[in-house]
């Protein structure tokens, strides 16, 4: 049954879109508000500015995506669960990562070359096989289950294993920030009050605007006659990479693009271990027709960005590449948007 607060949000199509809009904003600004006041109240207790930026800073850019993919997968819209964690990891590397390098060549550090991207690639990979696989009923006899299109799924346990690694990699990031630690800012100290109201308002933000995005987005589904799937991809999913398109742009005008590679793969990273993790824990992530091609899509993205920063001259993503990757984009989402 449809609560009496879905039922405000479908009335009209005006009230679906300005219920999606509303919602990525208190998502952004929400995000803002808890990353701030956070990061100052565990400043004040004594926690290094290495390990809130590795942690409490990392986590608020991916606060929009973890809220809506958590609150689609509690109500059980899993379609939104996954799509809207694809659809941004697709719109990360492919367009904000695609522009910013037609902007500006993107530089890539060799932490970032040797280790980051080829743990999204990874990602990527581990998506397509959850995608693609379906386990045997019982591990007897040389029955180790079987590969097909769109009749996998995230289940718990593959929940836990991306959960593992991710784990591993914060593990490992903390060990290699720990020799450089200069690279992180400091945390600008708040008075306790606003400290408090900064965590309370930004919580409340987020989880309204989640709400609001993910009734917004499943009462647009049913007006237009789509899939869930289709909105994650798209609307929910750009909605939710806003704050990686707005630091990933201001980065390029500053020429400094280094810190654009490093903000979308960490965010491909955290959206896929982490956020795909914690929902297929909540509530198992099923298959619908299309996942394997939206799973290899994001598994194409960091290969090819892997590609061009391991064999270019000067380590970088030169504009053609990026006016490839936003084309790769634009084709692939043709097709999608053609098989409805």
Known sequence: MIDAFEQLIVLNPWTMALAIIAGFVLLIYGADWLVDGASALAHRFGVSS?????????????????????????????????????GSNAINTFIILGFTALIYPVNSQKSCRTFDIPVSVLAGLLVLF???????????????????????AITVWGGIILLLVFC????????????????????????????????????????????????????????????????GLTVVALGTSLPELATSC??????????????????????????????????????????????????????????????????????????LLVSVYAIYLTYRLMCL
């Open 168 to 231: 591993s990699f914060m593990g490992h990031s903390v060990h290699i920030a720990q020799r450089n630690p200069d690279e992180t800012g400091e945390i600008k100290p708040l008075l306790a009050w606003k400290m408090l109201l900064l965590i309370l308002f930004g919580l409340f933000g987020l989880v309204l605007g989640g709400e609001l995005v993910v009734r917004g987005a499943t009462g647009v589904a049913r007006t237009l006659g789509v899939s869930d799937a289709v909105i």
């Open 130 to 152: 959850f995608a693609t696989y379906t386990p045997p009923e019982c591990w007897s006899g040389h029955d180790f289950g079987s590969f097909s299109l769109d009749h996998g």
């Open 50 to 86: 290495l390990v809130i930026g590795l942690t409490v800073v990392a986590f608020g850019t991916s606060m929009p995506e973890f809220i809506v993919s958590t609150i689609a997968a509690i109500e059980k819209n899993t379609e939104i669960a996954i799509t809207n964690i694809l």
């Open 250 to 323: 201001v980065a390029a005008f500053k020429h400094n693009c280094d810190l654009a590679l490093g903000n979308v793969i960490g965010s491909n990273i955290f959206n896929v271990f982490f956020i795909l993790g914690v929902g297929a824990v909540i509530h198992p992530l099923p298959a619908y027709p299309g996942l394997w091609l939206d799973a290899a899509m994001v598994f194409l993205a960091s290969l090819m960005v892997w590609m061009f920063v391991s064999f270019t001259r000067n380590h970088e993503i030169k504009r053609w590449h990026g006016a």
